[in-house]
């Protein structure tokens, strides 16, 4: 159990001093919150957890996948913001990360990607 709470602990001070940084500057909190640090900390946990190396290879292998539809959003949403407002501009652009993961998921899977849970 403690070590379910260091985890919870460490993940959420990342989160909450990268919303910090960002706060104070655009460009360096956009950056920052482009590295991979979610990635790198579930791999972590992975890896002190002696997960098998298939496993955490493979989850890097599937979040290369999942990130590339997700990356029109970020265009997107700033596009809408000024026009809907923050909640609504929010939730279209998840309606349409969701539509644009479904579309690349039946794309990538004429090539043998299996992306589907």
Known sequence: MGWLITKYLVTAA???AVSEVAKRSDKL???I???PMVTILAMIWLYVEKQ???KIANHAWYTFWYVVPTLPM???FPALLN???F???LGMSAVITVVCFWLFAYFVKLFGID???
Do not use: K, S
């Open 83 to 85: 026009r809907f407002g």
């Open 14 to 16: 990342v989160v909450v």
């Open 74 to 76: 970020f265009l997107i």
């Open 33 to 35: 919150v482009a590295l």
């Open 29 to 31: 909190g956009a950056l």
């Open 52 to 54: 098998p190396m298939d």
């Open 87 to 89: 909640w609504l501009a």
């Open 115 to 117: 992306l589907m849970p």
